[in-house]
Each structure stands twice: as structure tokens, then as C-alpha cells.
């Protein structure tokens, strides 16, 4: 399960609107220079609100942890990144097989082709996401709320 803070904005019956903040990938990285930390302190951290499931009952202003599973984000990743672009290139190739027999040179078909292919695949990825869209293995979860975080100036150590 990949978890995240987030802070619960609503509820809505079932589900929770959280707001969590966008980081760089690498921004706990120590390294200096790298084009990705350089870029995230450029534009800064924003928040993005998302609808989650909220089996705990997490009321607005609680501070909670999401999270979604591996598998799910992994299969999600291979959908939107590398089935449209295998579509494309298969129409591609398609389409360069065909051209000697339709007496073209094969450029304006492989062309023509590979980019029906990739409509064609986004095309699929719209219904995909349609289709996923209320299926709870797809959404992300309140799994727990974070412990609220403990003041240490009341705290006095007499011995």
C-alpha cells in the first residue's frame, strides 16, 4: 500500500475530499543541483484535493493518511503511459506492412496509422476510466487518522 498525509477539506457520505501537497519526487533527496529539486523549489508545493473513501468516518479538518495499493497504481501507470504509445507504434507498423501493396511508400501510412492507433488508445483510456471510475479497487482510502501532535512546552521535568 503506498500511503500519504493528507488533511480531510469535506465529507461527502462515504467518501472524503483530502487535500494533499505536491512534492517533487526527490525533494528529501541530499544531493545539490539535480534539475528536478532545482525545478521543485522553483514552483514551489501546491495542494490537489482528491475523493477518497472514508471507512473511518474522518470529519473535516482531521489529519489522515491515503493510500491506495501497488498493483493498482502500477496497472494504472502502464494503461495511461505505454498502452496508448504501443498502439501507436503498432499502427506504425501496421501501416509501413501495408504500403507495399497499396503501391505508397510507406511514410504517409505508417503515419496515418500510427497515429489512429494512438487516438485509438486514448480513445480506450477514456471508457477505461469511465468504466473504473465507482469501482472502490480504484480509489484511494483513509486507511488511519494521524496522531495529533503532541506539545512539549507544558511538559516540565522536575527531579
Keep these: 500500500m503506498i500511503e ?3 488533511q480531510v477539506v469535506s465529507v461527502e457520505g462515504a467518501h472524503a475530499w483530502v487535500e494533499t501537497e505536491r ?5 528529501s533527496c541530499s544531493a545539490k543541483g539535480c534539475g528536478t529539486g532545482a525545478l521543485s523549489k522553483v514552483l514551489g508545493t501546491r495542494t ?6 472514508n471507512p473511518i ?12 495499493d501497488e498493483s493498482i497504481l502500477l496497472k494504472g501507470s502502464l ?6 504509445l504501443l498502439l501507436m507504434l503498432a499502427g506504425g507498423l501496421f501501416g509501413e506492412a501495408i504500403a507495399p501493396q497499396w503501391g505508397s511508400s510507406g511514410e504517409g501510412l505508417s503515419l496515418l496509422f500510427g497515429s489512429l492507433g494512438l487516438v485509438g488508445g486514448l480513445v480506450w483510456l477514456r471508457r477505461f476510466n469511465r468504466n473504473v471510475e465507482n469501482d472502490p479497487r480504484y480509489t484511494a482510502v483513509i486507511l488511519r487518522k494521524c496522531p495529533p501532535n503532541i506539545s512539549v512546552s507544558n511538559i516540565s521535568f522536575n527531579s
Excluded at 512534492?23 to 525533494?27: E, L, P, V
Design 4 to 6: 500519504e498525509n493528507a
Design 23 to 27: 512534492r517533487s519526487s526527490c525533494s
Design 48 to 53: 490537489q484535493k482528491i475523493k477518497v473513501r
Design 57 to 68: 468516518d474522518a470529519a473535516a479538518g482531521d489529519a489522515v493518511i491515503v493510500g491506495i
Design 79 to 84: 494503461f495511461v503511459y505505454i498502452l496508448p
